[in-house]
Nanobody, 120 residues
Framework: QVQVVESGGGLVQPGGSLRLSCAVS????????MSWHRQAPGKERELVAT???????KYADSVKGRFTMSRGDVKNTAYLQMTSLKPEDTAVYYC??????????????WGQGTQVTVSS
C-alpha cells in the first residue's frame, strides 16, 4: 500500500519561512518522481515545484527564488523550504508521487495536504 504523507504546515507572518516534508512509503520497486502542488480557496490546484525525470528541479514562476525543493537523505522523501512568504502563498499544499517502472508510468498518489497560512 503506497502512502504519501506531508507535514510542516502552519501559520506564519508575511516574510517568514516554513519547511514542508513529504515521505512516500510502499513504493520500493518503482521509480518515484515527487512534486509539490498547492490549492488556494476558490482556485485550481497548481504546481509549485517538481523533480524532473532528468534529475533537475522545476519551479512555478510565482515561487522562483523563494522556495527550494530538495531530496531527503532517506529514499523517496522531499522537502519544500519556503522563504519570504506572502499572503498569496496561503493554500493547502499537497505532495504528489508519480510512479513508473521501466519507463512506463503506472500512476500517482496524492498526500492528504497540509495547510499553510501566511497572515499577520
Amino acid at each position: 500500500q503506497v502512502q504519501v504523507v506531508e507535514s510542516g504546515g502552519g501559520l506564519v507572518q508575511p516574510g517568514g519561512s516554513l519547511r514542508l516534508s513529504c515521505a512516500v512509503s510502499g513504493a520500493s520497486s518503482s521509480t518515484v518522481v515527487m512534486s509539490w502542488h498547492r490549492q488556494a480557496p476558490g482556485k485550481e490546484r497548481e504546481l509549485v515545484a517538481t523533480f524532473t525525470s532528468g534529475g533537475g528541479i522545476k519551479y512555478a514562476d510565482s515561487v522562483k527564488g523563494r522556495f527550494t525543493m530538495s531530496r531527503g537523505d532517506v529514499k523517496n522523501t522531499a522537502y519544500l523550504q519556503m522563504t519570504s512568504l506572502k499572503p498569496e502563498d496561503t493554500a493547502v499544499y499537497y505532495c504528489n508521487a508519480e510512479f513508473s517502472r521501466i519507463g512506463v508510468r503506472i500512476g500517482d498518489v496524492w498526500g492528504q495536504g497540509t495547510q499553510v497560512t501566511v497572515s499577520s
